[in-house]
Structure formats: structure tokens, C-alpha cells
């Protein structure tokens, strides 16, 4: 897909502390290299910046590069 037609909704759920429990992808994310590459980036992120430590919680957003 050119740039801008390509969206992947992704999730991601995460324990108290912002550490990463689970990624999952929408249908329609491309093939297995970009959401490999996707997952990759995001586990490098943890622990995540969350408001609140003492919950888990998940966050839902569509990637688009």
C-alpha cells in the first residue's frame, strides 16, 4: 500500500507498573515482517509512561506511518 492507505489498529494490554502483558493486531495489519517490526518497537517502550502504576490497563490506537 502506498503512504497513508496503509492503518493497523493495534492494542495493547499491560500490568500495573506499564510493563507489557500482550500486543494484538487488528484484521488487515499486513504482512508477518511489518507487524514483527511494529511488535518489536513496542516492546522497547517498557515499561510504559502510565498515569496510574498501581493499574493495569490496555491502550487502543491505529497505526499509520
Known sequence: PGTGSFR???RIDY???GLIH???FG???GNAVVVD???RAIWKT???PVKDKNQPGSLDFDFVP
Request: proline share 6%.
Open 27 to 29: 484484521l488487515g495489519c
Open 15 to 17: 500490568q500495573a507498573g
Open 46 to 48: 517498557q515499561p510504559l
Open 8 to 10: 493497523c489498529h493495534v
Open 22 to 24: 500482550e500486543i494484538s
Open 37 to 39: 517490526s511494529i511488535r
